[in-house]
């Protein structure tokens, strides 16, 4: 059996339980900890980590097919579920010499896990802190003031960046900070149009962790920013788009069939100007779902073109989103915008993988650098 066998097996109680609460999670606003409950029991949050560790050894391949099938049911629950698989991903591959269990510990769920990344000072730049480190002894000072946090408050640990402590490096470091450490603090509320049960709330470091809590060699934060995190958040990133985006497309199709017009006695669906748009959002939710795949198999088995295929699949199923979730509302019409059906929940958490560092915008000029000779940084 396959791991995307296992996986659909055990997901499905995931699914059933982010189904269930997706309303209320929207809503009100709240962090889905029914969903995340039934991941950590499911073995999930170890997708991606060897079968060694208790994970399941599964590929990027997987991974999509994931989150895209949590986003289609609560995409609030696909953005934690995101966060805690690419916050394991560096660990996996850069242990810190303090935490050699710590592998473990995400692998079977005991710990959960999220990224603390982007600052204040530098905003969606994300690899690019401004905060500092002061080396104590066999200690190190942390000062940050971190943004956007997904899961803040709810996650167990924190990979947390922060520049090298000589003057006048841009060299980063990554440190492991178990969020009950003393001077961790969520610094805010969470208050989004969409995405709203992800806690992304700013936190505040304050605190003094042991030095060998950090991830890899000193001075080695971005190179695991751009080669571990980068690539596994993009494609996750997507994956939470498209899985918005199949949502939107299903409900619009199920609504356009069934509603009809009785002076006409026609469905929807029978007009022929809905159905081209219903079309066009097929056919564009196909193209970008094919071509994610693909980059989630050159992720798997890189090469010269895979960091320029991680760069655009993040920005062009963003933008896919957007283009899908808005023709969705406008084919459901007052149905849609009276929150009669889910597609204006759709159509909200579409907007933040756009604006959700690095932004769509960012990787489009990247992406553009690329292609003719100039350097990305």
């Not at 204040?120 to 401004?130: C, E, I």
Request: net charge negative; with cysteine.
């Amino acid at each position: 059996m396959s791991v995307t066998d296992v996986t659909r097996t055990d997901l499905q109680p995931v699914l059933d339980a982010a189904r269930e609460n997706a309303l209320d999670v929207d809503r009100s606003g709240r962090f889905p900890r029914e969903a995340v409950a039934a991941l950590r029991s499911s073995g999930l949050l170890g997708l991606t980590a060897p079968t060694e560790l208790g994970g399941m050894g599964g590929g990027p391949g997987d991974f999509i097919e994931t989150v895209s099938a949590l986003a289609g049911a609560c995409g609030s629950t696909a953005m934690v579920y995101l966060m805690h698989v690419v916050a394991m991903m560096p660990v996996l591959v850069a242990t810190p010499e303090g935490l050699p269990d710590l592998p473990r510990q995400l692998a079977t769920g005991e710990k959960f896990a999220s990224l603390a990344l982007s600052e204040k000072g530098s905003r969606s730049h994300f690899w690019a802190p401004v905060s500092r480190q002061a080396r104590q002894n066999g200690s190190v000072r942390l000062e940050a003031d971190k943004s956007w946090v997904t899961s803040a408050g709810e996650a167990d640990v924190i990979v947390a960046s922060c520049l090298v402590s000589e003057a006048g490096s841009a060299d980063s470091d990554l440190f492991v900070v178990p969020t009950a450490t003393a001077g961790v603090t969520v610094a805010g509320p969470w208050t989004g149009m969409g995405l709203r049960g992800n806690a992304s709330s700013p936190i505040a470091l304050d605190t003094t962790i042991p030095y060998d809590y950090r991830l890899g060699k000193p001075g080695e934060g971005f190179r695991l920013m751009m080669e571990v995190i980068l690539p596994w958040f993009n494609i996750g990133n997507a994956a939470v788009s498209l899985g918005l985006a199949q949502a939107a497309c299903d409900a619009a199709v199920q609504h356009c069939t069934g509603a009809r017009l009785e002076h006409l006695d026609q469905a929807l669906a029978d007009l022929p100007t809905v159905r081209a748009q219903l079309a066009r959002m097929h056919i564009l939710l196909d193209t970008q779902r094919t071509y994610l795949r693909a980059v989630a198999a050159s992720v798997a088995a890189p090469d010269d073109t895979t960091p320029l295929r991680v760069l655009a699949s993040k920005a062009a199923a963003n933008e896919a989103a957007l283009t899908i979730t808005d023709i969705a509302m406008r084919v459901c019409g007052g149905a849609a915008f009276s929150q009669h059906l889910a597609v204006d929940r759709y159509f909200r958490d579409a907007r933040a993988g756009f604006v959700m560092a690095p932004t769509a915008d960012a990787l489009y000029d990247f992406y553009g650098k690329a292609i003719t000779g100039r350097p990305l940084f």
